[in-house]
C-alpha cells in the first residue's frame, strides 16, 4: 500500500477509536443529566465509529507492526449540551476537512478500498453532525431529544432515527444490515 | 494540570482507545477460527482497555480543546497466534516502558489522579501480558484457551479468570465491581 494512504488510516483509526471512546463517555453524562435518547444517540453514533474504525484496520490489515499514531482528538466533560456541541463540531470537521483530503489522497493512489471506507465514513459523518445539533437544539430547550430509536448501518455507520432505510444511501446495504439501539 | 501529565494523558487515552478497538477486531478473529474462549478473552481485555481510556479521559475532564494525540498502536490481522504475540507484546511494551515513565512524571509533578491512573493501567496491563502469552500457548497447540470465564475489575481493569478475587489486588474493589465475561 501507498505510505501516504497507509497513514492517513492510521490517522483516521487512531481518530475514530478515540471518538467511539468519547462518545460512551459522553453517553453515561447525558444519561446523569436524565437525557436517556441523548445517551442512545452517543451509544448509536460510537458503534458508527467503531464501523468506521474496524474498516481502516481491514483495509491496513497486511501492514503489520508498531506505528506513532497521530490523530486529531477532542477532550473535556462539559455538560451534555456542551459535548453536543463539541462532537457536532469534531464531525464538522471529518466532514469539511479531513476526510475529503484522505478520500483524495486515497482516489490519486489508486487504493480503492481506502478509498471507499474514506467515503463512507465522509457520508456517514454528515448524519452524525446533523443528528448531533438536532439533539442539542432539544437538550437546550431542557428537553430530551424526542426519538423512538437510531439506526446505524453495519457497512458504512450512516446513521437515521426512528426508522431504518431499506437500501441504505450511501453503500447499498439492505435493511438487515442495520443495528437498531434504543433506550 | 501540568502539561506533561496532560500531554501523557493523552496519549495513554489514545492508545488505550486503539488498543480497545484492536482487540475487538482480534475478537472477531479469533472466533472465525473456532477459537471462542481466545475471542472471549479478548472482549474482556478490551473492555479493560476502556476503563483504562475513561479513566485517563476523566482525569483530563477540565483540559478541553482539540488536540493531536500522538499514541503507539500496533495494526495487522494477521492469525490468531500471531495477534496474541503481538497483543502481549504490546501490553509488554506498556509494562516496562510507558506506564512506568508516565507514573513518574505523574508523581514528581503531584498530579494524584493521573499517578493512580498510570499505576492502575501499569498493574492491570502485567494480567494482560500473562493471560495472552497463556492463550497463545493453547492455540500453538491447536487448542482452544481453556477457561471459563473472564473477570474484569470495573475500577482498574485488572483481568483474572474462572473466578473473580473478594478483593482487588490492584484497587482494593470488591468483588461486586468484577464484569464477567463468557462465551
Ligand atoms: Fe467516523
Ligand atoms: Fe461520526
Ligand atoms: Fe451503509
Ligand atoms: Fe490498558
Ligand atoms: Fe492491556
Ligand atoms: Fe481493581
Request: charged share 30%.
Amino acid at each position: 500500500m501507498n505510505a501516504m494512504t497507509a497513514e492517513n488510516l492510521r490517522s483516521a483509526f487512531g481518530g475514530e477509536s478515540q471518538a467511539h471512546m468519547r462518545y460512551r463517555v459522553w453517553a453515561k453524562k447525558a444519561e446523569e443529566e436524565g437525557f436517556k435518547n441523548v445517551a442512545t444517540l452517543f451509544r448509536a453514533i460510537s458503534y458508527a465509529e467503531e464501523v468506521h474504525a474496524s474498516n481502516h484496520f481491514e483495509a491496513l490489515k497486511d501492514e503489520k507492526g508498531d506505528f506513532l499514531v497521530a490523530s486529531g482528538s477532542g477532550f473535556g466533560l462539559g455538560t451534555t449540551s456542551e459535548n453536543l456541541q463539541a462532537a457536532a463540531d469534531g464531525e464538522m470537521f471529518e466532514v469539511e476537512q479531513m476526510y475529503p483530503a484522505y478520500k483524495a489522497v486515497a482516489e490519486m493512489q489508486g487504493e480503492k478500498l481506502a478509498a471507499r471506507f474514506m467515503h463512507y465514513a465522509l457520508e456517514a459523518e454528515k448524519t452524525h453532525a446533523e443528528l448531533y445539533l438536532k439533539a442539542k437544539d432539544s437538550v437546550d430547550e431542557g428537553k430530551d431529544f424526542n426519538i423512538d430509536s437510531v439506526h446505524v448501518c453495519e457497512i458504512c455507520g450512516y446513521t437515521t432515527i426512528d426508522e431504518a432505510p431499506d437500501v441504505c444511501p450511501v453503500c447499498g446495504a439492505k435493511i438487515e444490515k442495520f443495528k437498531a439501539f434504543s433506550e
